[in-house]
């Protein structure tokens, strides 16, 4: 074949494989286009229909808005459908990018859609919207001669009816008798006779409300109390309906149905018992229901029972709701109490008001209204009673907190008719119960405390913290918000009594101390009713009596506290809560001040925390494998569970392990939480180093913690730890507030951690320091937590050391002393060359001892040396608490003896010494496995890559013949051939063929 030939082969295939790849590149694009065109981002809404309630005849207005989201024209039909019948449709309509507009189009409502639901639906590009609107039943045809009016649609036994029309106002006269009858069947024209009416004058029944009855016009009312689920219709003789009548001639009486249920018929008279649910269920759309209990429950019981915290009371002066209220004003404790106040205001049904009429301020799930007292009916007057508007079946939340123990039968009563239910409730004493989970909670003053309150039968308490015996009393709230049964707060015995935000403290549960967190205003008020969250607080002089409640403020002065006057609650204390016993008592909400002494009225449960004077003591440094500072938690590096977070006691510091100071350290952790800003985490998580920083900038605390070198020159400042620019990763402190001690974990491969690089050898010291001044002990600054040493209360210096639980001049402290250090290793079994010994054995090992944190992931690498074949062995090896170390077995029986290795040591895949081997048939001890350091830096550059691998001798290097190496195989993470693989060998595969023609 000729050279032309060739290349014209050559030619076709290329072309062939073009036309390959273009038609499935042109497939791709055309389904990427489809793909876009379907799956637009465009809006569609119906933003408007008029009128909202349409009747038979009107123009229905449809106005539906469009946008388009895309950066690029999109296309489809945009329809509009009412009621199956498209009344808009643009087939491909096109809407450029970023477009927003209308569409408005007209429906026509016909007779056939009265009374009926009426879809709306708008579509574009798979986006589609719908409303639905009704279209209003048509009125009823009036009757030539006699017409009935009502209220609504239907007629509910008990409702008013009046008849009315030409055939009566014509052919009577008022005071004349007429036949109520009752249809058997309008096809046959039968009825019977029901009861004898009279006609009356429309003015004087109140008929003359209808726009088609005058004043002076004759009317039938009709009581419909006895009437049945029938057809009624109005006769006589002079009217002449007789057996000649049809529908329109009649009305129709529907008898409601009422039914009430409550969740739980016995309930307590507070806690989480005191509330259940009650739910109303009726044929009926919405009524008014009169709530009673035969007198046995005033118009306010009634009330707060129908109402919660949360019911909107915006009508009542700006309230959001009844809780805002209760809150804000000091007259308004409770429900009943804003009921009563509601009274006040006028805001209630009026004396001769029908319910349906009034238009005043209705509350809670069920439109609570009160009545005036003098609005009598149902045999109670208006103070015993609440009218509910209920709306269809109603279920809603009702609580009997509050309310005497009795049995009780509610009675519910539809105002205009005649139906009515009535259910027993039993109100029972709550036997609600506070209990502490321990008797004595022990704690360093200064330190966190956490309690646990368990609750029954009760979802709030209040805590008396404290007496006249320790000197300082707070009040606590709490309340179950997570509906766990039990309260977890934390006392910050640091913190507390200085108004500080953390001083008393809960994650999931509502906590409100009166010292320290509750509004200024009330905690100095003297009124007795402090409000708010401590609305339940009575405080009493002598004895519970009513009448003789005393304020917060006295009650301090009785106890000898503090004096009756603004600020007496921070003037308890002049320096942090001191060593001593506090008792902890639980209540429901009544403490009394007997005689100079703090008692309680029904106290629930009773504890003690028991404050010990802090201490620092015994420190050591500690070491543990490389890793960030951070890496692990306390409860991690205290456990057992994970090697490379165990912590080995050391002095010698290797490089890039993690250093851990530990100290018997309490006192300073109250402290420490207020300098963080993440409330209570760090106890979990661990401090910022900052926060260590900071806590030596107080200088008036006289806390010095601090790890600084020996510098032995003196020509520069020393080298430190430094916890003012270190990250967490870098440093992080923990606190064991249960155990009273503190570490500091440092990642000494950081260069952020030290102000400085360190090197082999350097000294650094480790303190922690109590500083006391000689004379005088700490006070408080003034207002807030800072202090320092002062002679009088608010006049400590916050510039002069004090620390806040010691006596003048008695600083304690205490140090410890570390060194840090390269890394190294030492093989055992060396012969008199300092040559490593391997054993000729398939089960041999290898030992030694390294300074490398226990734990540490360690391996050791041994390849061939000299003259011997190629092989590779990496073997891992644990090293234990005091730094030995042993591989795992490997097999050497395929060695010979005196053939030559190298071993060495890697920590996380770095090398950190390596030394020579020689293979024995049996290992010889000389003595001395361990020899001096000479000075030579003998550590591998912490790189990953062997230093000391052999040269290339040119024979091949075997396979690793026991330990897998891994590979990178695929690279690219996509197994398989990509489209650029499957072009290129697609063009190699040509040019391939052409060159073997």
Known sequence: MSETSYREQGRAVFLAAMMVLSVVAMSAAFAGATAAQEDVDVDVEIIDVDPAEPSAGDELDVTVAFENNEDDNVTGDVEIIVDDETIFLDEDRTFGEDFAGDIEETYDVSDDDAGEDLEIEASFLGETDTETVSVEEPPAEV????????????????????????????????????????????????????????????????????????????????????????????DSSAMGLGNDFSSSDAFEVSVQDLDVDFDDTTVTDSGPDADTEVEFDSRRGSYHVNASADGDLDAEELFAIFTTDEADASGFDDYDTIGDAIDDDDDIGDRQDFAAAVYNEGYYIGVDEDPDDYDGYTYGDFDVALYHEDADGDDLDGDEKVALLIGGDVEGDVTFDGIDEDEYTFDFNVTDTEASDSVDVEVT???????????????????????????????????????????YVDFIYIEDDSDNGEVDLTLNTRLMGTGHDHAVFSDDDDVVSLVDHADEDARDTDSANVGGAFSGLVLYEDEVDDDETISFNEYLDELDLADDEEGAAFDQLVRPL???????????????????????????????????????????????????????????????????????ERTDIAEDDRLIVRAEASGIFGAMIALEEDEYDPLEDGFEPQTVHELNQLDGEGVTIEIEGDDRVGNQDPNYVDFENADDDDVIVF??????????????????AFDRSYEDGDA????????????????????????????????????????????????????????????????????????????????????????????????????????????LHTVDAEINSDGDFESEEVDFSERDEDDEAELDFRVYGSSVDDADGIFVEELVDDGDDAPADDGADDTADDDGTDDDAPADDGVDEPADDGVDEPTDDDEDGVPGFGLAVAVVALLAAAMLALRRQ
Do not use: C, K
């Open 143 to 234: 009757a030539d001669g006699i017409n009935y009016d009502h209220v609504g649609s239907v007629v509910w036994q008990g409702q008013d009816v009046v008849a009315y029309g030409e055939l009566i106002d014509d052919n009577h006269d008022v005071g004349d008798d007429v036949e109520l009858r009752e249809v058997d069947s309008f096809g046959d024209d039968d009825s019977t006779f029901h009861e004898e009416l009279s006609t009356a004058l429309a003015e004087d029944v109140g008929a003359d409300s209808h726009d088609d009855i005058s004043s002076d016009e004759v009317v039938v009312p009709i009581d419909t109390d006895d009437l049945e689920d029938e057809y009624y219709f109005v």
């Open 735 to 752: 606190a064991n507030n249960e155990e009273g001690e503190l570490y500091i974990v440092v990642d000494t491969s950081s260069s952020n």
């Open 578 to 648: 001191q060593a001593t016993d506090y008792p902890l008592r639980s209540a429901d909400g009544h403490f009394v001040a007997d005689d100079g002494e703090a008692d309680v009225d029904n106290e629930l449960d009773a504890a003690t925390v028991d404050l010990t004077t802090p201490s620092v003591e015994e420190i050591s440094t500690l070491v543990a494998p490389e890793d960030s500072a951070d890496e692990h938690d306390l409860a991690e590096l205290l456990g057992d569970d994970d090697e490379e977070a165990t912590m080995t």
């Open 764 to 871: 650094f010291e480790a303190v922690i320091e109590y500083e006391t001044d000689e004379d005088d002990r700490f006070y408080f600054a003034g207002d807030g937590w800072t202090g320092g040493a002062g002679d009088s209360a608010g006049d400590g210096d916050t510039d002069e050391a004090a620390f806040p639980y010691f006596a003048a001049d008695s600083t304690e402290s205490v140090s410890t002393e570390f060194e840090m250090v390269d890394r190294d290793v030492w093989f055992d079994n060396l012969d008199e060359d300092d040559n490593v010994q391997l054993e000729t054995s398939d089960s041999a090992v290898v030992t030694g001892e390294t300074n490398v944190a226990p734990g540490s992931e360690a391996d050791i690498r041994i390849t061939n040396a000299g003259d011997t074949d190629s092989f």
């Open 429 to 471: 004493e709550s036997d609600a119960t506070a209990d502490f989970d321990q008797s004595v909670y022990s704690q360093t003053a200064g330190d966190i405390i956490h309690v646990n309150v368990d609750l029954e039968d009760t979802d709030d308490a209040y805590l008396q913290f404290g007496d006249e015996d320790s000197g």
